[in-house]
C-alpha cells in the first residue's frame, strides 16, 4: 500500500501533469483536490500532447481511478467537453468520479472574475478568468452548487437561476452586461445530463481504497507558493495548494500519508502578478523561457523566468513536508555556460535566509547568488543519474542540500522516457 501526495513546489508549471503520468504505473487511484481548470497539466505520450484541466493525469493509464474531489471548483461545461475531447482521442473517460460535494464554476462566477480584474487595473491579482476565486467565494459564502446538484435538473435549475439572478443584479448595478439566463441554464442543463452519472461520494471511494491497501497518489494543481494561507498573498489561488489540502479536498486522514513528492523545475517560473526575486530580465531569461517553452497551458501567456530559488524552495519543501523531489526540465540548462542558485537575500541591507511572510518584503528583496559552472552538453539522452554531466549531478546535489530533500526523479525532456528515477 502507498498513498502519495505530489505538489508543484513554487508558483506553478512545475511539470506536475508528465510526473504523475509517470508515478502512477502502479498506482489504483489518482485523485485532484483541490483548484478548478484554471489549472493545466501537460502530457507528452509518444507523439501525442494532452493537456488536463480537471480530469486527473491517470486518465492515460488503463484501469485507474481517476478521482475529482470535493476540495474542487468545476465547470461543468468545460468539464464535459474536456471528458468528451478525451474519448475522441480514444481515452477510456469510464474510471473518472467527480464529487458530490465539489463545487460548481457557473459563467456568472467568470464574468465576476474578469469584472473585478477590471475593476482593479494596476493592482490585479492576474486571474486566468476561469470563475475559480469568486466560485470559492460562493463556497465560503455558503450559497454555492455543489455537484450533487447535478442529479436532480429540478433543483439545479432552481438554484442556478435564482443565483444567476442575483450576479445580474450586480452586473447591472456595476454597469456590466448581464447574462442571459435562459441561454446560460440550457448550456448548464446539457453539461448536468452528460455528468451525473459520473457524480458520486469520492469520500467514501478514496477512504475505501486506502483501506483496501490500494496505491493511491494525490494529485495537487499549481504551487505551493499560490497557497491562499501560506503562498505570496495575495497574489494567490483560492484554495489550499499544500500538501495539507490533500486531505480536507478529498476527505482522506492523515495517517495514511507516505510520501510527499515536490515538483520544481530546474530554474523558476511564474504567470501572473506577484514577487520573483531572481526573475531576470535579459538574455538568459530569454533563453529559459524560449527553449523551455514557457506558455501557459491554460491561459497561453508567457512565463517570467529566473534561476533557481533555494530560498523559497526550502521554505516550500518545510511547509509541504517534502521528502522526495522531482526535478524537471533540466535539459533547458543545457547550454549555459554559468548556472546559478539564490541561496539568500539581502533586505534593508541585511542577509536574510527565510522567505518574508510579507509579498511587499519579498518584492523588494535582492538575490545573493551562487554561481555554478554549467555543462555545455545535452542531458536529453540521459535515463540515469550517472549519465548525466558531473557538473549537472553537482547542481542537483546542491539543490537537494539546500531544500532538505533528496532528489529521486530527474526529467530531461518532455516525453515519458525522458524521467528517470535516481
Keep these: 500500500m502507498s498513498v502519495d501526495i505530489l505538489v508543484g513546489t513554487l508558483w506553478g508549471d512545475e511539470g506536475k501533469g508528465k510526473l504523475i503520468d509517470v508515478l502512477t504505473r502502479d498506482v489504483d487511484m489518482v485523485v485532484r483536490f483541490q483548484g478548478g481548470n484554471?489549472?493545466?497539466?501537460?502530457?507528452?505520450?509518444?507523439?501525442?500532447?494532452?493537456?488536463?484541466?480537471?480530469?486527473?493525469?491517470?486518465?492515460?493509464?488503463?484501469?485507474v481511478k481517476c478521482v475529482i474531489g470535493n476540495g474542487l471548483v468545476v465547470d461543468p461545461i468545460g468539464l464535459m467537453e474536456e471528458m468528451?475531447?478525451?474519448?475522441?482521442?480514444?481515452?477510456?473517460?469510464?474510471?473518472?468520479?467527480?464529487?458530490?460535494?465539489?463545487?460548481?464554476?457557473?459563467?456568472?462566477?467568470?464574468?465576476c472574475d474578469k469584472m473585478k480584474e477590471l475593476a482593479a487595473g494596476k493592482a490585479k491579482i492576474g486571474t486566468t478568468g476561469r470563475g475559480i476565486g469568486p466560485a470559492y467565494e460562493d463556497k465560503a459564502g455558503r450559497c454555492g452548487?455543489?455537484?450533487g446538484a447535478l442529479r436532480d435538473l429540478a433543483l439545479l435549475e432552481k438554484l442556478f437561476r435564482t443565483q444567476c439572478e442575483k450576479y445580474n443584479t450586480r452586473f447591472a448595478a456595476a454597469g456590466v452586461d448581464t447574462l442571459d439566463v435562459d441561454a446560460e441554464w440550457a448550456k448548464v442543463k446539457e453539461a448536468a445530463v452528460y455528468l451525473a452519472p459520473?457524480?458520486?461520494?469520492?469520500?467514501?471511494?478514496?477512504?475505501?481504497?486506502?483501506?483496501a491497501g490500494k496505491n493511491v497518489l494525490f494529485e495537487g494543481a499549481q504551487g505551493a507558493l499560490l497557497d491562499i494561507d501560506h503562498g505570496t498573498y495575495p497574489f494567490v489561488t483560492s484554495s489550499n495548494t499544500i500538501s495539507g489540502g490533500a486531505c480536507t479536498g478529498s476527505g482522506i486522514a492523515p495517517r495514511y500519508v507516505d510520501t510527499v513528492w515536490g515538483v520544481m523545475k530546474a530554474y523558476t517560473t511564474r504567470v501572473g502578478e506577484g514577487p520573483f526575486p531572481t526573475e531576470l530580465f535579459d538574455a538568459d531569461g530569454e533563453e529559459l523561457r524560449k527553449i523551455g517553452r514557457e506558455f501557459g497551458a491554460t491561459t497561453g501567456r508567457p512565463r517570467r523566468c529566473g534561476w533557481f530559488d533555494a530560498?523559497?524552495?526550502?521554505?516550500?519543501?518545510?511547509?509541504?513536508?517534502?521528502?522526495?523531489?522531482?526535478?524537471?526540465?533540466?535539459?533547458?540548462?543545457?547550454?549555459?555556460?554559468?548556472?546559478?542558485?539564490?541561496?539568500?537575500?539581502?533586505?534593508?541591507?541585511?542577509?536574510?535566509?527565510?522567505?518574508?511572510?510579507?509579498?511587499?518584503?519579498?518584492?523588494?528583496?535582492?538575490?545573493?547568488?551562487?554561481?555554478?559552472?554549467?555543462?555545455?552538453?545535452?542531458?536529453?539522452?540521459?535515463r540515469t543519474f550517472a549519465e548525466l554531466p558531473e557538473n549537472a549531478q553537482k547542481y542537483l546535489n546542491?539543490?537537494?542540500?539546500?531544500?532538505?530533500?533528496?532528489?529521486?526523479?530527474?526529467?530531461?525532456g518532455p516525453r515519458r522516457d525522458q524521467t528517470f528515477l535516481v
Excluded: Q
Design 311 to 382: 530560498v523559497i524552495s526550502a521554505y516550500s519543501c518545510m511547509i509541504n513536508g517534502v521528502n522526495k523531489l522531482a526535478i524537471t526540465k533540466l535539459d533547458v540548462l543545457d547550454t549555459l555556460e554559468t548556472v546559478c542558485i539564490c541561496t539568500a537575500y539581502e533586505l534593508d541591507g541585511k542577509v536574510i535566509t527565510e522567505m518574508p511572510t510579507s509579498a511587499a518584503d519579498l518584492a523588494r528583496v535582492k538575490p545573493v547568488y551562487e554561481k555554478h559552472p554549467g555543462w555545455c552538453c545535452s542531458t536529453a539522452e540521459a
Design 84 to 111: 468528451t475531447a478525451l474519448k475522441e482521442r480514444g481515452i477510456d473517460i469510464s474510471t473518472i468520479e467527480l464529487s458530490d460535494k465539489a463545487h460548481l464554476i457557473f459563467a456568472y462566477h467568470k464574468a
Design 198 to 211: 459520473y457524480v458520486t461520494d469520492t469520500v467514501l471511494s478514496v477512504n475505501k481504497a486506502a483501506k
Design 38 to 63: 484554471n489549472a493545466g497539466h501537460t502530457v507528452e505520450i509518444g507523439d501525442e500532447k494532452y493537456v488536463l484541466h480537471l480530469v486527473p493525469s491517470g486518465i492515460f493509464r488503463p484501469g
Design 398 to 412: 546542491r539543490i537537494a542540500e539546500l531544500v532538505d530533500a533528496e532528489v529521486a526523479i530527474v526529467s530531461v
Design 145 to 147: 452548487i455543489r455537484g
